[in-house]
Each structure stands twice: as C-alpha cells, then as structure tokens.
C-alpha cells in the first residue's frame, strides 16, 4: 500500500460555499467584470469568537469564527457594497464599510482589533484598537510558477509596538509595520520557511520571531496575518503568523505543512491499516505528532518495539510530524474523508 500523502487544500464548508452563491446571484447579467472579495476574521477579542457578515443588510455568512476565511467571491464592480459585522446571532451592527470594488482585482478585508477596548491592553504606539477593517488590494489570482509564492502581509496584533518587519537573512520585508498596517505591494518569495524578525526601530533589538513555513503554497497567492495578543495568556489567542489561501482555508504558517522531505526521512512510509496510521522506517527512538492545520496537537505516540510508531486517524487534513529529539525528519500532510 502506499503512503497518503497529498499536496491539495480542504474544501470550504458549507456556509462559506453559500456566502458564494449568495454573492455570485446576485451580480446582475448585464453588470461588466466583477471584483473579488474575501473576508478573513482576525479579531482576537474573546467575545467575537463569532461573527456574522452582512452585505447590504443581508446576513450572508454565520457563525464565523476567528482565524477563517471566505473564499474570493465575486461582487458588481458598478457600485458599492456595504460590508457589516455583528456579533454572532445578534443584530447591533460593531461595524460597517462601504467600498466600491474595482473590475477584476481580488482585495480581501481583513478583521482586526476588539469590540470593548476598556477590557484590552492599549496599543503601544497609542492606536485605536477598536474594531475596525483592514484592506488589501490588488492580490494576485494568477497561477504562479512553482518557485513562487505571492504574499501580503498585514498586523493584527493591538498590544505590539510598531517595529520592522524582515526575513532573517534573506531582506527587510517592511520597515515601522505596526497594528492594523500591511505590504503595500506583493511580495513575490520563494517556497521556504523563513524566520520573520520583528525588530525596535531604534536599537534593532529583536521583539518578537515567528517561523514561517510557506513551502506548501507554491505556485500560489497567500494573505499572511499577524494574529492573537502579545501579552496573551490563552492558547487560543496566543500570538501567531496564519496564512489565508483563495479558497478560504487557513493554516497556522509555523506549523511545519510541506510534504517535501529531507533525504535522512526518505524511507519514512506512512500507511492507513485496519483503522491506524502505521509509520515505518523511522530511526530509533523517535515520536510522531499529528497537528490541526491551524497548529493544535491533537496527539503524539512514540515508537514501538518493532519500530512502528502508530497513530490513530483525524478526520480531514491533518499535519504529522515525525522528530528524532527536538529534530524534525519528516512531515507529511494526511487526509482521511
């Protein structure tokens, strides 16, 4: 049997697939080219843990939790939109925005920030951090070559001062990137994992470091958001770097996700027999962890005495990681329906 193994994305759920065809119906036959939009929620405010969008006064997309996305979905391009927010099953709008897309360019709206500011740490560069829309524009929709990766980035952390944004040892990204900012053009990367620095302005001491793994996207376009809270003591609004595809998946982007392996792993097999993951050919003493997409562990086993380490199967996508110590030699993206 062979391993599974496989390099494609999970599907949108339902009611993200809905909020399409809701969008998609209604652009008049007669309109010319219409733009494309995404949503992605990134508000770490505890109590919009979910949300509802509305377009024109419509609810077209409920429930939406923190850290996903919509897929881009087209909208008339011949007048604006109203794009709204409320709290999940709640009808007091937290915000609003009109804005009129332009024929043929893909722009997402980005969520950042909290509904109750009194009960959040303020921003250190003396920002609002109250809820508000970031917008990126002008995103690439074109298949990439493979030794590409078209990215944007944006800051939704409200407790972090502005500093500057760099690959480590590859080049700057974005001098004074602070809350609510982002790339004000595409990024075009190779498909590696990088350390992003954040530095002081001043003394270019680092603040904070976040691996970035985007080898899993090549060929593709990626909205990376800073997200979570700084001084957070919560896992589920811990600071992280996530990334946003087209079609609304999201992923933890330091979460190892490549399917690419080093040559010290190559006779690592990763088999589903009778119910269970079964991986062989791993070195002595070695674990395997399997992770959600947006970074949580779901469970760790440990090699056996015939060598096998086996794990038992996540429904969906998930990521396994198999160490030697702290060393990762393997990673693998499994899927089981």
């Known amino acids: 049997m062979s391993s599974v193994c496989i390099h494609s994305f999970p599907s949108c759920l339902l009611t993200v697939v809905t909020a399409a065809l809701f969008f998609a119906l209604r652009i008049p036959a007669s309109a010319g080219e219409p733009g494309l939009i995404q949503v992605i929620h990134n508000s770490a405010d505890t109590t919009l843990r979910q949300v509802d969008v509305y377009l024109n006064g419509e609810k077209i997309l409920g429930k939406m939790t923190f850290r996903t996305a919509t897929p881009f979905v087209p909208v008339a391009s011949d007048h604006a939109f109203q794009l709204a927010v409320t709290r999940s099953e709640d009808t007091d709008t937290l915000l609003t925005m009109n804005y009129r897309p332009e024929p043929g360019i893909a722009t997402a709206f980005v969520l950042h920030g909290v509904a109750d500011t009194a009960h959040f740490q303020p921003n250190p560069d003396g920002k609002s951090i109250r809820l508000q829309w970031t917008i990126l524009e ?55 994992t990088y350390e992003f620095l954040l530095l002081d302005p001043q003394s270019n001491a680092i603040v904070r470091s976040f691996t970035t793994n985007i080898t899993a996207f090549a060929g593709k376009s990626v909205v990376l958001f800073i997200s979570g809270f700084a001084g957070s003591s919560q896992t589920s609004t811990h600071l992280g770097i996530y990334a946003a595809l087209h079609d609304g998946s999201v992923f933890n982007a330091g979460v190892v996700t490549s399917v690419r392996e080093a040559d010290v792993s190559s006779a690592i097999t990763c088999q589903l027999v009778h119910g269970e993951w079964l991986i062989d050919g791993c070195r002595e003493q070695c674990t395997a962890e399997v992770y959600s997409l947006l970074g949580e562990r779901l469970q760790s086993s440990t090699q056996r005495k015939d060598g096998v380490i086996r794990c038992t199967p996540e429904r969906g996508m998930t990521v396994l990681i198999i160490k030697h110590g702290n060393q990762v030699i393997a990673t693998k993206l499994l899927f089981l329906e």
């Open 138 to 192: 002008n995103i690439t929709t074109k298949q990439l070559p493979q030794d590409e990766v078209a990215v944007k980035i944006t800051d939704g952390c409200t407790d972090l001062a502005m500093a500057n944004l760099i690959a480590k040892d590859v080049a700057p990204l974005l001098p004074n990137l602070g809350y609510g900012g982002a790339t004000p053009t595409t990024i075009i990367m190779p498909p590696t």
